[in-house]
Antibody
Framework: EVKLVESGGGLVQPGRSLKLSCAASGFSFNDYWMGWVRQAPGKGLEWIGEINQDSSTINYTPSLKDKFTISRDNAQNTLYLQMSKLGSEDTAIYYC???????WGQGVMVTVSS | DVVLTQTPPTLSATIGQSVSISCRSS???????????LNWLLQRPGQSPQLLIYSVSNLESGVPNRFSGSGSETDFTLKISGVEAEDLGVYYC?????????FGSGTKLEIK
């Protein structure tokens, strides 16, 4: 069974950084592109970016490119999202997904507030 | 960025009724490789999104065949032939032809 489990969310102060993890199982992680999508409370879906199998190609939505960094560890079957300079606009549920978008994690909440 | 405009924003249906959701793109979604990367997702209340349809009209494994997708270039439609109670939620179209990937604003399906 394919499973994606995000972790690392929580309450963070404005201007601080936070790193999310996504543990993958049930499929050959190093064969797939992986990505991150977020959803602000009561809002729609926003694509953050994606990373290819060997981390040689990483694509971001332009507005987040300078704040967020996507990486992966194929030995640990884990995807990461490093977020910096967080603001209230980054408050959202963060989902990892396999980039056929057939599999999504349950999401992790990040709240940016003082 | 490609803008996907979904209509209607909300939809109210009775059980067994057939409904359609439109997704119009600001650019053609036909890729140079000949594929059209337009997908449909359903997000049930409190849940993660679920892929229903990929590449316009291909039914994702395990998805009931009352869901169907059609369209080309800039105009796409998701049809539910005989709504069931479990179909309530927000439907999103998404395109992956042009970077960055973008989503429509969603259509909320309510059951009368």
């Amino acid at each position: 069974e394919v499973k994606l489990v995000e972790s690392g969310g929580g309450l963070v102060q404005p201007g601080r950084s936070l790193k999310l993890s996504c543990a993958a199982s049930g499929f050959s992680f190093n064969d797939y592109w992986m990505g991150w999508v977020r959803q602000a409370p009561g809002k729609g879906l926003e694509w953050i970016g994606e990373i290819n199998q060997d981390s040689s190609t990483i694509n971001y939505t332009p507005s987040l490119k300078d704040k967020f960094t996507i990486s992966r560890d194929n030995a640990q079957n884990t995807l990461y999202l490093q977020m910096s300079k967080l603001g209230s606009e980054d408050t959202a549920i963060y989902y990892c997904a396999r980039v056929d978008y057939g599999y999504w994690g349950q999401g992790v909440m990040v709240t940016v507030s003082s | 960025d490609v803008v996907l405009t979904q209509t209607p924003p909300t939809l109210s249906a009775t059980i067994g009724q057939s409904v359609s959701i439109s997704c119009r793109s600001s650019q053609s979604l036909l890729d140079s490789d000949g594929d059209t990367y337009l997908n449909w997702l359903l997000q049930r209340p409190g849940q993660s999104p679920q892929l229903l349809i990929y590449s316009v009209s291909n039914l994702e494994s395990g998805v009931p065949n009352r869901f169907s997708g059609s369209g080309s270039e800039t105009d796409f439609t998701l049809k539910i032939s005989g709504v069931e109670a479990e179909d309530l939620g927000v439907y999103y179209c998404m395109q992956a032809t042009h970077a960055p990937l973008t989503f429509g604003s969603g259509t909320k399906l309510e059951i009368k």
